[in-house]
């Protein structure tokens, strides 16, 4: 574990926003959680968590340049598989949101995690053929859902729903496949393995695979795609150390919260808003919109760490918090 002495100070003043009482859950406490992506990634093969904090982090292809981080004021919702221990929001079309959850974690084996959808009010798994554990990581205006599962092998594959039809989407040769958003036109974005243990990123355009690596880097992984094809998510150094791109007609940009760890942006809309979170000299969690060259730090008033997955074109975000009980809850903001 790499940990740098250069922390310096970074004064932020931030409106938290009050959070909206909603269906709670009231499954056993999740007392320790990985980030959302890290929850989903987990079931690659081969794939580690990120090394601790690493504050100033520089490197890779080129550096964005980043103004101070300043307040968003967001209003939120939380979104609570009913009797589940923790939930995630990873995306939401404005009538349905989608995302993970899991029941009991303390038992042993623990209970897996599984996908669902909120529309209406009313809470539903998807019943994905052959899954032992999945995950909804996207969702599109027609309401084409991606995710991943594991089936019985223990072997991860990508898939996209299309009202109620299960298809696969595995990159070829790959070992494991996650996929993580999905564009209106189809196209698709995530992360597999190859046969050495190694993640890498990939764009799905109708069936045909591209491999995304950025320059130098040991993992990359594809998060988010919008819909002129600008591609953001993360990479790691050979010290673990994780920083945030942006993929652009081709160029590669890195994206690092200022003096922060591990940076992780999710999410991209067709503004080219950029929605994710970071790790703070302390730690902690905390979400972020990038925006127009600067950062805005977004928190859930009262937890203590913040995610951001996703912000849609008419400005909602989703993701996920953790409360003073250590419990990770679903949310949604506007």
Do not use: C
């Amino acid at each position: 574990m790499k940990v740098t002495t250069r922390l310096g100070a970074l004064l932020l003043f931030i409106f938290l926003a009050a959070v909206k009482p909603a269906l709670s859950q009231t499954g056993p406490e999740v007392k320790t959680s990985l980030p959302p992506l890290e929850q989903v990634l987990q079931y690659l093969p081969g794939y580690h968590p990120p090394a601790n904090q690493n504050a100033g982090q520089t490197g890779g292809a080129k550096q964005e340049l980043v103004h101070p981080a300043a307040a968003k004021v967001y209003a939120f919702a939380t979104a609570d598989f009913p009797g589940a221990a923790s939930s995630i929001a990873f995306d939401t079309n404005n009538t349905t949101i989608v995302g993970v959850l899991q029941f009991d974690p303390t038992t042993t084996p623990a209970s897996p995690q599984l996908a669902f959808t909120l529309k209406g009010g009313v809470y539903e798994m998807l019943d994905i053929p052959g899954a032992t554990a999945s995950a909804a990581t996207g969702i599109n205006t027609s309401g084409q859902i991606v995710g991943f599962y594991t089936d019985s092998s223990m072997v991860a594959h990508g898939f996209v729903d299309t009202a109620g039809i299960f298809t696969d989407v595995d990159y070829p040769g790959g070992t494991g496949t996650d996929v993580f958003d999905i564009t209106d036109s189809g196209e698709m974005v995530g992360a597999y393995t190859d046969t050495s243990g190694v993640e890498h990123g990939f764009l799905d355009n109708g069936g045909t695979f591209t491999s995304i690596d950025y320059p130098g880097a040991s993992t990359t992984i594809a998060a988010g795609i919008n819909s002129s094809g600008e591609i953001v998510g993360i990479w790691e150094d050979s010290m673990s150390n994780v920083y945030g791109f942006i993929l652009k007609g081709g160029v590669f940009t890195s994206l690092i919260f200022p003096l922060g760890h591990n940076t992780e942006p999710i999410g991209v809309n067709s503004q080219g808003e950029i929605a994710g979170y970071y790790q703070d000299a302390t730690g902690f969690l905390h979400g972020f919109i990038y925006s127009n060259g600067a950062f805005s730090e977004v928190d859930v008033a009262g937890s203590s760490g913040t995610e951001l997955t996703r912000i849609k074109n008419y400005g909602a975000i989703t993701g996920a918090f953790v409360d003073a009980l250590s419990e990770t809850h679903g949310v949604k903001g506007h």
